[in-house]
């Protein structure tokens, strides 16, 4: 063990190797914090700040999933502003997309007591649904900008760079080289965007047209023929 | 024809990619503007090209773009017309110069002529708010602007805005108005190039301490020690290091760097080399912002003379193993890229999108190299209090916070301006300086440190403008603005203007500012244009503004519902609690 950092977290003690995050010494300790875009395999980028917690003496809440624990540190993860602010971002994330199908994130509103429709007047950021490849379907209708697909797709995994962003602020959206169809990009399918999206916006081809109530054969049909024209094409 | 439609023809940015060849990803930006020189806009032909000279993939070229508002990957004139249309502007008149516009060109904002030849643009602050309203007509400024003077400016003939500086004593502005700033003879008849001697006689640790004794703290807006800054930096491992000078200056009412930048370039160049001997970098950066077209000029211009001439360069001055360069590089229409770590991002060709702190700059900056960034202002102080010694310097202002300082003032004022003055001022002794509210009006509101700021009421004018008051009372000095409100001011229509402004700037990495910028804007446009106050919404806005305020990745959001909050407190009555 690296050099050990002693903490509080909740009044509880807490030993760590130096460079531990806040998030990892709370889970050693049995402690709960919610986590949204984090994921144990990727680059942490701090995005939904959802981990928030407060440390004594900082200016702002830290966010627990990219912050380093320090000697000394007194971490409080249930006050009365970190709950206020987990419910806010949980409300402003229910107005903005659909989150059905983002099962972690439905419990989490029903924790904080998170009112969906407390936004319900605000802009919801739309996209058209993408099925343009045989194998997975894009409903960015259903993304939260969690940033995973992308990563994958660069240099967390595959240095295929076939995905990005467009616009900025409240309009960013994932998209693809002057928004190409995934064929026509350098997109290898290799699937492991599919894999890590937390909220169904990618979803595999067959999955979505079983929901749709198709038939086991009919997909294999449709899927095929697909495959076809892009060989042809 | 219609440009639009008109065939990409590649072989004329064959020069350019031919110049470019070899370069890496931190020439993306650069390339980018020469490329929209060209055509006007980026179209895929061209971004498949400037991809394969830099080897850069597509899609990392395309979220770039996307990123920056001044980059187009639709049919663009290469002419664009930008109206500013944030509060000082908007308080002198921005509307009806923005009416007769659109009825002159027949167009709206976001729109390109038929034929091709002009695109409309309404714009966040263009930093020219002393000379409200104002505009671009391309590269070419316009302030003062009135429906009358529409057609000059249009025609290219209407002058370009002269610097308007007042207060004194002047030692950061002092070459201001009486320097020509492109010739270095005059720049070194005037005093320039001497601080830099008097530092290469000393030792670098030397220079370093004369600075933090001097006790000028950072002039952007997050008051850091400089030449602690400075001494971190020196002390960090890496053989390359960087001096960055952030000359983003895109807070809604800042405009003192800018007439540093155009009006004393050199000395910001001086300035740089100056931090570069302290720290021991051998690599400097000017970034300056996208709207700022005479500034990058005039840069460039010191920055070539100041090589040729032995400046810059290697064994600068004829010292031995002192290496130092610069590169000036073009912001393209992005508030965030001021922040000291998406700047970083934005010179590496990058979307700018502000890093996790720490690691800080001083050991993991640009390039993830140590470096010391500065504001423009600040450089300028230290350059001028290392010229005219510690002793000197600390005549002026207090104990806490010598020497002086440049204040932006805009918005109802008699005589808008940058104001150099010592320390210490009240903000009452500056505006009567300023000659008071415009027209004799009375005083309504005064928002200090600009969109990021605060809001203050006509009570607090006594409040002596100091680094140790900023902190005791929480008003920031920011980057010294100072805007006024008359009585006749809409502050409700205000603080939509604030909330548009960082909804429009979120760079949309984290979810509180992303998501929460949107709301407070929506929110407030309701209020003030669509149907009035409803019940819940001020809890809405307090509660948006804390999780911003305390859950957001950098000062952006951290600082997007500060102003607005600071309104809610002071004038409870704009946004009432129970609604009938
Ligand atoms: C959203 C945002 C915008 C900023 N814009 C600027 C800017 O335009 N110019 C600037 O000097 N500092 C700006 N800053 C502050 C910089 O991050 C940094 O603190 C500063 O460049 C350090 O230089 P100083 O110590 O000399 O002030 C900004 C910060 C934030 C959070
Ligand atoms: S598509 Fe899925 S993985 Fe990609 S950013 Fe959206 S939610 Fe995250
Ligand atoms: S606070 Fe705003 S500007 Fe800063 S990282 Fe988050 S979204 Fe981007
Ligand atoms: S889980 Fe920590 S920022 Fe998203
Ligand atoms: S230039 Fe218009 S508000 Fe600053």
């Not at chain 1, 929901?211 to 049909?221: A, V």
């Not at chain 2, 950072?218 to 800054?229: E, W, Y």
């Not at chain 2, 010294?480 to 949309?508: K, N, P, W």
Request: aromatic share 8%.
């Amino acid at each position: 063990m690296s050099e050990p950092v002693t903490l509080t977290i909740d009044g509880k003690e807490v030993t760590v190797p130096l460079g531990t995050t806040i998030y990892q010494a709370a889970q050693q300790a049995g402690i709960d914090i919610p986590i949204i875009c984090y994921h144990p395999h990727l680059t942490a980028n701090g995005l939904c700040r959802i981990c928030s917690v407060e440390v004594k003496g900082w200016r702002v809440q830290a966010a627990a999933c990219v912050t380093p624990c320090a000697d000394g540190m007194e971490v409080h993860t249930r006050s009365e502003d970190v709950i206020c602010g987990r419910r806010t971002i949980l409300e402003l994330l229910a107005s903005t997309v659909n989150l059905e199908e983002a099962p972690e994130i439905l419990a989490l509103l029903k924790e904080y007591k998170a009112d969906p429709e407390r936004f319900a007047e605000g802009e919801q950021r739309t996209a058209p649904l993408y099925d343009d490849n045989p194998f997975y379907i894009r409903d960015y209708n259903q993304c939260i900008n969690c940033w995973r697909c992308v990563q994958v797709c660069a240099e967390d995994a595959q240095y295929t760079f076939a995905l990005t962003f467009n616009g900025r602020g409240f309009h960013t959206q994932i998209g693809t080289f002057m928004g190409l169809p995934m064929p026509d990009t350098t997109c290898v399918f290799c699937g492991q965007c599919v894999g890590v999206c937390p909220t169904g916006a990618l979803k595999p081809k067959r999955q979505a047209l079983l929901e749709q109530g198709l038939d086991p054969d009919e997909i294999f049909r449709q899927t095929r023929r697909k495959r076809k024209q892009r060989q042809n094409a | 024809m219609n440009e639009s439609n008109k065939p990409i023809d590649l072989s004329l940015l064959q020069p350019v990619l031919q110049k470019y060849e070899g370069q890496q990803r931190d020439a993306l930006l650069p390339l980018l503007h020469e490329a929209q020189a060209i055509y006007g806009w980026l179209p895929r032909e061209v971004q498949e090209a400037i991809g394969r000279t830099l080897h850069v993939p597509l899609a990392e070229i395309h979220g770039v773009i996307e990123f920056y508002t001044m980059f187009y990957n639709q049919p663009t004139a290469r002419r664009v017309i930008r109206v500013c249309e944030d509060p000082a502007c908007q308080l002198r008149g921005a509307q009806t110069v923005m009416r007769a516009l659109e009825r002159e060109l027949g167009l709206t904002h976001g729109q390109t002529s038929a034929d091709g030849a002009v695109t409309y643009e309404h714009v966040p602050c263009l930093g020219m708010c002393e000379h409200a309203p104002c505009a671009l007509n391309g590269d070419k400024p316009a302030g003062n602007l009135t429906p009358e003077l529409i057609s000059a400016f249009l025609a290219g003939t209407h002058p370009e805005p002269s610097a308007r500086v007042y207060g004194g004593p002047f030692y950061m502005l002092g070459r201001v108005g009486k320097v020509n700033p492109v010739s270095l003879a005059d720049y070194e008849a005037h005093g320039g190039y001497r601080a830099l001697k008097k530092a290469v006689a000393q030792t670098p640790e030397e220079v370093i301490t004369a600075v933090e004794q001097s006790r000028i703290v950072g002039r952007g807006g997050a008051m850091f020690p400089t030449g602690r800054k400075w001494r971190f930096t020196r002390a960090a491992a890496g053989a390359v290091k960087h001096i960055v000078v952030n000359a983003d200056e895109s807070e809604p009412g800042t405009f003192k760097d800018r007439v540093l930048l155009e009006e004393d370039p050199f000395a910001v160049v001086e300035a740089a080399t100056l931090a570069g001997y302290a720290v021991g970098a051998e690599r400097g950066w000017i970034f300056v912002r996208g709207e700022y077209p005479r500034a990058f000029a005039r840069l460039q211009t010191a920055v070539q003379q100041a090589r040729a001439a032995g400046y810059l360069g290697r064994n600068v001055l004829g010292k031995a193993g002192f290496h130092f360069d610069i590169k000036v590089r073009l912001g393209a229409g992005a508030y965030i890229c001021g922040e000291e770590t998406a700047l970083f991002e934005a010179i590496e060709g990058k979307r700018g999108f502000p890093r996790i702190k720490p690691p800080f700059p001083t050991t993991h900056g640009l390039f993830q190299q140590p470096t010391a960034i500065n504001n423009v202002e600040t450089l300028v102080a230290a350059l001028v209090a290392f010229d005219m010694g510690v002793t000197a310097w600390r005549q002026h202002g207090t104990e806490q916070s010598p020497g002086t300082k440049l204040f932006c003032l805009s918005g109802h004022v008699t005589r808008p301006g940058v104001y150099e003055v010592p320390f210490g001022l009240t903000v009452r002794e500056l505006i009567e300086m300023a000659g008071g509210v415009k027209d004799g009006r009375s005083l309504q509101a005064i928002l200090m440190g600009g969109a990021a700021g605060v809001f203050i009421t006509p009570d607090s004018l006594d409040m002596p403008l100091t680094y140790e008051d900023a902190r005791a009372t929480g008003v920031p000095l920011g980057s010294g603005v100072i805007m006024l409100f008359d009585e006749t001011a809409d502050l409700r229509h205000t603080l939509y203007q604030l909330a548009h402004f960082f909804a429009h700037e979120s760079c949309g990495k984290c979810f509180p500012c992303q998501l929460g910028t949107q709301r407070q804007m929506e929110i407030l446009h309701r209020i003030t244009h669509n149907g009035g106050v409803r019940a819940g919404d001020r809890q809405a806005l307090l509660d948006i503004g804390l999780t911003m305020t305390e859950t957001s990745l950098c000062g952006l959001g951290q600082t997007a519902a500060s102003a607005i909050l600071s309104a809610l407190k002071q004038w409870p009555e704009l946004v009432p609690e129970d609604i009938a």
